[in-house]
């Protein structure tokens, strides 16, 4: 079926290093989107990223559609940035299909 | 940026009771949508909406009704909950089904089911 495959599952950094989280996908996707999810549980959206490469601050998202993958990059880790990031995927069907996230530790 | 509110914010139920969710939009949104997520795990996709008056299944809809009573309204009815229905719940919306559209989701409802 239709998957989002998200690695790593988990990763432990000290503060200041920087952030490799990937995201790949099984066919052409029409949606993707990256959410930050809080140790508390709300879930923010970072980037609306179908395609392309989109910047906020010490973030950036690169899709590359024909390779069926993106990458969420985060650059000089803050302690703050913990937490779980999530990939979802829309396959031209109206809806997202979530991975299973990337749980980021930031170690001070 | 779209605001969308849940309520409760977090429940508990006794197993075979009825429980319902509620999700407002205030953005006038086409499109919502309800999720349920796991410990540990990603969302997954109980039913959506796009338009009132009309719900459509999701990949996991067993044990769940929806309601749309108009466009920014958009409710998640267990009429018999279970224990295995012990998760967070998130409620979302967006402009269009189609291309393009991101959704903006709700705080999230914390379900224990006992």
């Known amino acids: 079926g239709q998957q989002v495959q998200q690695s790593p599952a988990s990763l432990v950094l000290q503060e200041g290093e920087n952030a490799e989280l990937q995201c790949n996908f099984s066919?052409?996707?029409?949606?993707l989107q990256w959410f930050y999810q809080h140790p508390g549980g709300r879930l923010v959206s970072l980037f609306y990223?179908?395609?392309g490469t989109k910047h906020t601050g010490r973030l950036t998202s690169t899709t590359v559609t024909n390779e069926r993958r993106s990458s969420l990059h985060i650059s000089s880790s803050q302690t703050t940035d913990s937490g779980t990031y999530f990939c979802?995927?829309?396959?031209?069907?109206?809806?997202?299909?979530f991975g299973q996230g990337t749980k980021l530790s930031i170690k001070p | 940026e779209a605001a969308v509110t849940q309520s409760p914010r977090s429940k508990v139920a006794v197993t075979g009771g009825k429980v319902t969710l509620s999700c407002h939009q205030t953005?006038?949104?086409?499109?919502m949508y309800w999720y349920r997520q796991d410990t540990g795990h990603g969302l997954r996709l109980i039913h959506y909406?796009?338009?009132?008056?009309?719900?459509e299944k999701g990949d996991i809809p067993d044990g769940y009704k929806a309601s749309r009573p108009s466009q920014e309204n958009f409710s998640l009815i267990l009429e018999l909950a279970s224990l295995s229905q012990t998760a967070v719940y998130f409620c979302?919306?967006?402009?269009?089904?189609?291309?393009?559209?991101?959704?903006?989701f709700g705080p999230g409802t914390r379900l224990t089911v006992l």
């Open positions: 990223n179908p395609s």
């Open positions: 066919s052409t996707a029409t949606r």
């Open positions: 979802a995927i829309d396959y031209n069907q109206g809806k997202l299909i």
């Open positions: 953005n006038n949104h086409d499109y």
């Open positions: 979302a919306s967006s402009d269009s089904g189609q291309i393009y559209a991101e959704q903006f």
């Open positions: 909406s796009y338009v009132a008056d009309s719900t």
